[in-house]
């Protein structure tokens, strides 16, 4: 099955600046890497995907590329706010088991 | 209309007690799986149930054993519980096993 890893495990950075959270994914025959936020008691949410047949996709303060040659994924948080802490997930998904998260990274704001 | 709901939200029970976890999905959607959420975090894959087709994480044990009564449905049961089963438990659902999944509420599992 798919092995998801994923780095770093907390990240702290100043309210304003940016942050990035690598993973990177085992089976070649996934083709599709969603990315979850789940803030503390909630249950994780959606906030960006990408699909293999893409490199980068962009929604606003949040962006993911993805290289699928060296089989990693990444997410870009700029101009980063309060509201932005929380765990983020990166997930891939096989043909065999579905979805496989990686093991989440604490973000935290500093004001 | 929640989307994907879990009952209950909350369980408490002793060891060796047998209990289960209800997950209803509403979005017609032919994938559902079961996560286990542990207190580092971790959300780790039990469960996937596509087109009727179950596939088990090797690494759960067999106390474990999800229930499809109709394809709406995704039911959770544990046998003999024991201390290490204390967690959150997700269900979610998913249009197939490459699509966005959406996740219940959680069920905060707590064995004493």
């Known amino acids: 099955g798919e092995n998801v890893e994923q780095h770093p495990s907390t990240l702290s950075v100043q309210e304003g600046d940016s942050a990035v959270i690598k993973c990177t994914y085992s089976d070649s025959a996934s083709n599709y890497f969603p990315w979850y936020k789940q803030e503390l008691g909630k249950r994780p949410q959606l906030i960006i995907d990408i699909r293999s047949n893409v490199g980068e996709k962009k929604d606003q303060r949040i962006a993911v590329t993805l290289n699928k040659t060296a089989k990693h994924f990444s997410l870009h948080i700029t101009e980063t706010q309060p509201e932005d802490s929380a765990v983020y997930f990166c997930?891939?998904?096989?043909?065999?088991?579905?979805?496989?998260f990686g093991k989440g990274t604490h973000l935290i704001i500093q004001p | 209309d929640t989307a994907v709901s879990q009952t209950p939200k909350y369980l408490v029970t002793q060891m060796g007690n047998d209990k289960s976890i209800k997950c209803e999905q509403n979005?017609?959607?032919?994938?559902m799986y079961w996560y286990k959420q542990d207190s580092k975090k971790f959300l780790k894959i039990m469960f996937s149930?596509?087109?009727?087709?179950?596939?088990i994480n090797e690494t759960v044990p067999n106390r474990f054993s999800p229930k499809s009564p109709d394809k709406a449905h995704l039911n959770l049961h544990i046998n003999s519980l024991e201390l290490g089963d204390s967690a959150v438990y997700f269900c979610a659902s998913a249009g197939s096993l490459r699509t966005e999944a959406f996740f219940g509420q959680g069920t905060r599992l707590t064995v004493v």
């Open positions: 149930y596509n087109n009727k087709e179950l596939i």
């Open positions: 997930a891939a998904s096989d043909l065999v088991d579905g979805l496989t």
């Open positions: 979005l017609g959607h032919d994938t």
